[in-house]
DNA sequence: GATTAGCACTCGACTCGATTGAGTGCTAAC
DNA sequence: GTTAGCACTCAATCGAGTCGAGTGCTAATC
């Protein structure tokens, strides 16, 4: 593999990347600095194809990369364009000032400036991180009649919290006795471990009325779960329909549907957490696991929004993404935050007991 | 306008709209039990068209409802067909039965199923009745070293709530302080009053810190904010692909576009504000003030959560959508949350005040 | 030995005319 | 008022023909 086999190969995919058509070998003869006649371009072609790089449609037409040309080209070609486009840069800034309880908010913000600016459909999420998911402490605080807020501390650092309904003669007194025996009790416990056996155990407490202890365990299950799920946000789906490639509606529709379905995601951080760290996944075609994902490519990226808490923004797109262009946006935004996203913002102290707020 | 025609432009809208294509007489005369020979169809028909009921897309194909013709039938032939799926009643059921501070995850199931059972997008959106959005206690709650929950509990019944971050020394006793003078000096006031003049005037009060004041009173604004802007959920957007009519890419970006905009909804929304307050709201064609949708009907419908709580949920489909079915889906929805959605859910009594929480 | 010019060949894309057939409107008969 | 009959319209479909971008191979050239 020579060096100028490495340069053809990457004149036909930047190529390919613009036109979404076939590259022929006049073209690439044209456009290379080299002084090749087609006819030399045409034998190397033939050699990439045998090697596996590239690929022909039909006998006919001019080649096209392969998963693997691709993967070649993101290992080893890519010069990241600066992006010089100041305004969202300043959207990016501003977006990641968005403090840590909008996380959800924050996401929902930066999926829709990068589906614009990328020109890409964008998939988001925040990564929870199951084994950490344990009790910090559970805190009450009654609202109005019948209500009772939950709020629900983690290890983690993350809070999560929910309104329950609790019967109408709670007293505030009862509800402090039972925030009492919960936050000792809970403590150090993962949620999902918080089942009936543990409900009976608890309301064996003095004082302990079941008919408000029931709906606030339900609650601290709920919180969470209800988190998690909300917690991943897609936008800019309609750009699936401008690329050729998913011209055929039933392709297009195979790929939206995903997008809403939003379980696929769950692969890519999975992968993500295999990896080597790297700071950016890209997965190109074949190297989906998901059938329905081999003719789009993922590029991701995960971001330490703080200390506990990280997110994870991933780019879908066709298979001649432009690459160059979303892993540097990628990075832009990884830089932005860095500089920017990190100030004002709780690097995860201790916290109170559960007696200090008394 | 005699009772012959109606018959025959029912026949052509029922047909049209399971086939899509142009009806022509030939196939009316065959399927109406009235004895009439496709030339007397025609005559007919021609009179329709006269009239603006029908529409022929060109000089020798069948006809097409226009506007006013789905209008017709909308008002006056539609029998809704029973829905008889006893899996989607109860997956309705158990829907609705998700309790009040989950609202939005309630929308978000929702406008799944309505997706899944009705093969459009939905739209769903919690209304605020602004008007209403006056401030009836403020709580402050630290949860942790510098994070304090904000719970505002407004007049309409809705509770807000945010975390914000306070400088580290702030001692309980400083946010309780705070929390008492707001209580007392925002109550009855509309939210949207909270500005830099408020911020100076309270911050005048004896042992107020302002620098825990300024986020607490960005807090309040915030809360509500975030929450408005979350509130609006859609699903299904690959069902647009589902239907010839918009089998133009361009089209279908459009649409697609508008669902994840989501903007339109608000269109909706005010045009059943000023409405006669029927049960379902039905729009089509041309009737849509935004230019994308000329091609779109909506039916819309709103439900009441609770006393204080209303909900939209609105079908987007193409002009020849199954109107019978989805005002039956949508009805249904109705008469579940009529008898299941409103049990144990709070009627929105007077809360506690102030001081009863201490 | 690498490079290139030349040439025959392939094959999708496009054009264009002919054909088809569903459907109409009109007229005249029932 | 209804219907049979007929000429007419026009989108859709089909197939033959053409075009042209692009290839692979061979032989000549550097």
């Known amino acids: 593999m020579d060096d100028r086999k490495l340069k053809i ?57 392969s998963d693997r040309g691709y993967r070649l080209y993101v290992d080893t070609m890519l ?13 990016m800034t501003e977006i990641l000032e968005s403090r840590i309880d909008e996380l959800s908010y924050m996401l929902q913000r930066a999926t ?38 939950v709020v629900v501390t983690t290890e983690a650092g993350s809070i999560h919290n929910r309104i329950i309904l609790v019967p109408e003669d709670a007293t505030v007194e009862e509800i402090g006795v039972i925030a009492k025996v919960l936050s000792s009790k809970l403590h150090g416990l993962e949620i999902s471990s918080i089942d009936v056996a543990l409900a009976n155990t608890l309301s064996k407490h003095d004082g302990i009325r079941t008919d408000i202890l029931l709906p606030v365990l339900q609650g601290i299950v709920e919180s969470r779960r209800r988190n998690e799920e909300h917690r991943t946000y897609t936008d800019g789906a309609k750009n699936v329909l401008e690329y050729p490639e998913f011209s055929d509606s039933a392709r297009a529709k195979e790929i939206i549907g995903m997008l809403e379905e939003k379980g696929f995601i769950r692969d890519v951080v999975t992968h993500m957490e295999d990896g080597e760290g790297d700071d950016l996944y890209v997965s190109i075609g074949s190297e989906n696991r998901d059938e329905k994902m081999q003719d789009c490519s993922i590029v991701a990226g995960t971001y330490d929004v703080d200390s506990t808490h990280r997110v994870l923004i991933g780019v879908i797109g066709p298979k001649r993404m432009d690459y160059a262009r979303v892993v540097s946006v990628l990075r832009d935004m990884k830089s932005v935050m860095n500089r920017k996203g990190l100030k004002g913002l709780n690097p995860g102290k201790q916290g109170l007991t559960e007696g200090d707020r008394e």
């Open 79 to 91: 010069s990241p364009r600066e992006v010089d486009d100041r305004e969202s840069l300043a959207a």
């Open 112 to 149: 829709r400036l990068l589906s614009q600016i990328t020109g890409y459909p964008i998939v988001a999420t925040a990564q929870t991180d199951d084994d950490r998911e344990v009790i910090k402490n559970v805190q009450l605080f009654p609202v109005e009649v019948e209500k009772v807020m």
């Open 9 to 65: 190969l990457e004149a036909i995919i930047d190529e390919y990347i613009q036109t979404g058509e076939p590259v022929g070998s006049r073209n690439i003869s044209k456009k290379l600095d080299l002084k090749l006649s087609p006819a030399t371009i045409r034998n190397e072609m033939a050699d990439l194809e045998e090697m596996g790089y590239l690929e022909q449609p039909h006998t006919s037409a001019g080649r096209v990369p």
